[in-house]
Nanobody
Framework: QVQLVESGGGLVQAGGSLRLSCAAS????????MGWFRQAPGKERELVAA????????YLGDSARGRFSISRDHAKNTVYLQLNNLKTEETAVYYC?????????????????WGQGTQVTVSS
């Protein structure tokens, strides 16, 4: 069982930065791949970034490359998503997710556990 709590969302101007955090409560010693998704109003949910338990392998979506980064701190059981040079169209609810195993997929990935989401609003 994994519980996830996101923080760090807010209002930022276009071109600005935010760092999202996802604190995980893990009751087992299992290794979990984790990721960040986002869903904008009227749009489908999309995978923004993902990372394996070790952090050795990670994925960034096409729109995220060059501007976003994902990392994890095992000592704090926390995964971070650094958002730089944000665009207005990236206004969305950002969700943290974790899966049962240590694998993610760039397409069709449905993690087992989800946080409540944190709102990111980018103004012009």
């Amino acid at each position: 069982q994994v519980q996830l709590v996101e923080s760090g969302g807010g209002l930022v101007q276009a071109g600005g930065s935010l760092r999202l955090s996802c604190a995980a409560s893990v009751r087992t010693a299992s290794r979990h791949a984790m990721g960040w998704f986002r869903q904008a109003p009227g749009k489908e949910r999309e995978l923004v970034a993902a990372i394996t338990w070790s952090g050795e392998f990670f994925y960034l979506g096409d729109s995220a490359r060059g501007r976003f980064s994902i990392s994890r701190d095992h000592a704090k059981n926390t995964v971070y998503l650094q958002l730089n040079n944000l665009k207005t169209e990236e206004t969305a609810v950002y969700y943290c997710a974790a899966d049962e195993g240590d694998n993610y997929s760039s397409t069709g990935w449905e993690p087992a556990y989800w946080g409540q989401g944190t709102q990111v609003t980018v103004s012009s």
